[in-house]
């Protein structure tokens, strides 16, 4: 099936650094991605949708300052963890929908960002 | 606003029993629903899905059920399996295709041995 991967898969930084994740679909090109982040026992919260060549668009609520999207390439996507607290320490996750897959979403492993 | 809900945050069932897993919605946007499986420190991983032309779509253990006027889906595993003991979410979009999902609230689910 379609393969999604995520580097890194969890990361610790201190307050005040920046830390970039990234979200590869391997096997297929998707234009869109979309990254949701996770608190413990908790639901996925869409963040932002990340489109290819063209600016990310946010949910409301999310820095978009804070949060930086880049959709480099139709099989890259990252965000951007700037100046990073405490309080964003949680579990990011990427989706890309598979145009071959009737556009079924196939997501990531997930990365455990964890700020101290 | 939790547009998406799963009221039972647990669920036990006897192995070779059936699951049933519920989700509620209050968006009538919604148009394309969707089961995933999760395990701790993991992705989603893609179980059933069916659109609100349907009202029951099956792979084989598992079945889907939508009730688009009370606004109502289940999930139903038949038999259960302990391998199926994870954390289950429903998710909603506006239509099937490039869209993104809002998820539920979770159901562990503990399938006994």
């Known amino acids: 099936g379609a393969v999604v991967s995520q580097h890194p898969s969890r990361v610790i930084c201190k307050s005040g650094t920046s830390v970039k994740i990234e979200c590869r679909s391997l096997d297929f090109q998707a234009t869109t991605m979309f990254w949701y982040r996770q608190f413990p026992k908790q639901s996925l919260m869409l963040m932002a949708t990340?489109?290819?060549?063209?600016?990310?668009?946010?949910e409301q609520g999310v820095e978009k300052d804070k949060f930086l999207i880049n959709h480099a390439s139709l099989t890259l996507s990252t965000l951007t963890v700037t100046s990073a607290h405490p309080e964003d320490s949680s579990f990011y996750i990427c989706s890309a929908p598979h145009l071959g897959q009737a556009y079924e979403q196939y997501f990531g492993p997930g990365t455990r960002l964890t700020v101290t | 606003d939790q547009q998406v809900k799963q009221n039972s945050p647990s669920l036990s069932v006897q192995e070779g029993r059936i699951s049933i897993l519920n989700c509620d919605y209050t968006?009538?946007?919604?148009?394309?629903f969707l089961w995933y499986k999760k395990y701790p420190a993991e992705g989603p991983t893609f179980l059933i899905s069916i659109s609100s032309i349907k009202d029951k779509n099956e792979d084989g253990r598992f079945t889907v059920f939508l009730n688009k006027s009370a606004k109502h889906l289940s999930l139903h595993i038949v038999p259960s399996q302990p391998g199926d003991s994870a954390v289950y979410f429903c998710?909603?979009?506006?239509?099937?295709?490039?869209?993104?999902?809002?998820f539920g609230t979770g159901t562990r689910l503990t399938i006994i041995p």
């Open positions: 968006n009538s946007m919604f148009d394309y």
């Open positions: 998710a909603a979009s506006a239509r099937r295709g490039n869209e993104k999902l809002t």
């Open positions: 990340s489109n290819e060549g063209s600016k990310a668009t946010y």
